[in-house]
């Protein structure tokens, strides 16, 4: 489903990650590992279509990204370090602003999963009295919440506890197993079906 080739990513003038090249399928995962300044984050960005490869190619379902963005939007739901929250709203003035903008929340139970993530109890809080381990919950229970195919996730447990993370692995476990296809950077532990799970690790300075 989404594929990279020969792909390099530059930062500052320099080449930070050199030649990436794989495929992940749909009901699988890619976890991209490596230590800070290895371009993890550079390279989920350049995925996401947020940075411009220095070369190669990203493509979506055979699809080259750059040719066809609409669509490659229409099924991506992306969460970088920054949350996306207008911090003067509450949490469900956030959540409906979301789904205006086209992050559909109708094939699960809304209650449900912020239940589970245990933000039910916030949905009048305006987001800038959250802690930053709440805000974190709120972005995932938006994001499991969003119905796309494509998760590209950059750090997504950082902030939350570990009771956060669990349930977070849950979630992909479901996503997969519904045939959604997950390429995330961590630097701890994700428990997700090993066997549905790829592992992509980075040096730091490419060139």
């Not at 139970?109 to 009048?124: F, Q, T």
């Amino acid at each position: 489903m989404l594929s990279a080739r020969q792909l390099d990513v530059m930062r500052g003038g320099r080449t930070i990650v050199a030649g990436a090249d794989f495929h992940v399928d749909a009901g699988a995962a890619l976890l991209i590992h490596g230590a800070n300044g290895s371009g993890k984050s550079s390279l989920i960005a350049t995925l996401a279509g947020l940075l411009p490869p220095a070369a190669g190619s990203v493509s979506w379902r055979g699809v080259d990204v750059r040719e066809h963005p609409a669509r490659f939007r229409h099924d991506l739901a992306w969460l970088g370090h920054a949350d996306g929250f207008n911090g003067e709203l509450t949490v469900d003035e956030n959540l409906r602003f979301a789904a205006l903008l086209g992050a559909s929340m109708a094939y699960r139970s809304e209650c449900d999963v912020l239940e589970r993530a245990g933000v039910r109890p916030l949905l009048h809080t305006r987001l800038n009295r959250l802690s930053q381990g709440q805000r974190r919950r709120v972005a995932l229970a938006r994001l499991v919440l969003s119905a796309r195919r494509l998760w590209l996730l950059d750090e997504p447990t950082d902030a939350i506890d570990e009771s956060g993370a669990r349930w977070f692995a849950e979630c992909v476990d479901a996503h997969l197993h519904e045939g959604g296809t997950l390429v995330a950077t961590t630097h701890r532990p994700l428990p997700v079906d090993a066997a549905r799970t790829r592992h992509l690790h980075l040096e730091r300075g490419a060139a």
